[in-house]
């Protein structure tokens, strides 16, 4: 049985005082089985270290992007090395904002998996088609790509966790079914199978993102290849509780 995880994105949000409180007095009193489920959260980079001092050890954090660099000089960015150092072992990749907003390339975010990964980091890495690709029926064709571009660098997937978020559902309350997550979801386990290893497909968790709220959570992990979910807007309210507990 894989274990599920539960991640919460909070992008470009918070206070200090936000990820403390909100860490302390909301974040802390998730109940969930730790055999059964990973609860992961990503504040923004100068709210990381507040967050994991604030929360108690069963509770995970992530950076939201990393450098496919080593240190040095590029201004602006965050390193698997400044990662490891604080303590950090996660990180989200590939995340549709950085691929559409600020231009990563498949190719990037397939060396950045593949930075993170050898310097011992574990990786989420966002997949997902926009809204006129799925209308045109590409989506299997992009999200290959996009993975395809992680596996011409990357062999072992141990630490890879796939969050597919097609580009439409988030943020926008428009949430994919469980039926379409999981004939998705269950394309990219016959990808794993095809172009990784049967193992990989069968150990590889696949999140769910895009919209998720308390009110759907239970629905959409209740398909068979749905490993948990990666959360945005609702991880920053107390409602992310009920998330975790849907999967837990
Ligand atoms: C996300 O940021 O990864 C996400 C899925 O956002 P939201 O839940 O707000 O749609």
């Known amino acids: 049985m894989r274990k599920l995880l539960v991640g919460g994105n909070w992008k470009q949000n918070g206070t200090v005082k936000f990820a403390h409180d909100f860490s302390q007095n909301v974040l802390n009193k998730a109940k969930f089985d730790a055999n059964k489920v990973e609860v992961v959260v990503s504040p923004s980079t100068l709210h990381l270290l507040t967050a994991k001092q604030a929360l108690q050890n069963h509770i995970q954090v992530s950076a939201q992007n990393i450098s496919q660099y080593k240190n040095g000089a590029y201004t602006g960015e965050l390193s698997a090395e400044m990662l490891n150092d604080a303590g950090i072992h996660w990180t989200i990749l590939g995340h549709s904002e950085r691929r559409h907003v600020f231009g990563e390339s498949d190719k990037v975010v397939g060396e950045k998996v593949k930075h993170a990964l050898a310097h011992n980091l574990k990786v989420i890495a966002c997949i997902g088609e926009k809204l006129d690709e799925r209308e045109s029926g590409k989506t299997q064709v992009v999200n290959e790509r996009q993975l395809n571009a992680i596996r011409e660098l990357v062999n072992d997937w141990s630490n890879v966790v796939i969050?597919?978020?097609?580009?439409?559902?988030?943020?926008?309350?428009?949430?994919?079914?469980?039926?379409?997550?999981?004939?998705?979801?269950?394309q990219l386990r016959q990808w794993l199978k095809s172009n990784v290893s049967a193992d990989a497909a069968n150990a590889t968790r696949i999140l769910y993102g895009g919209s998720v709220t308390e009110k759907n959570a239970d629905e959409l992990i209740a398909k068979r290849d749905v490993d948990g979910f990666l959360v945005g807007g609702a991880a920053l309210k107390e409602g992310f509780l009920d998330i975790i507990r849907a999967a837990n």
Do not use: L, R
Request: hydrophobic share 35%; aromatic share 8%.
């Open 163 to 186: 969050a597919y978020e097609p580009v439409w559902a988030i943020g926008t309350g428009k949430t994919a079914s469980p039926e379409q997550a999981q004939e998705v979801h269950d």
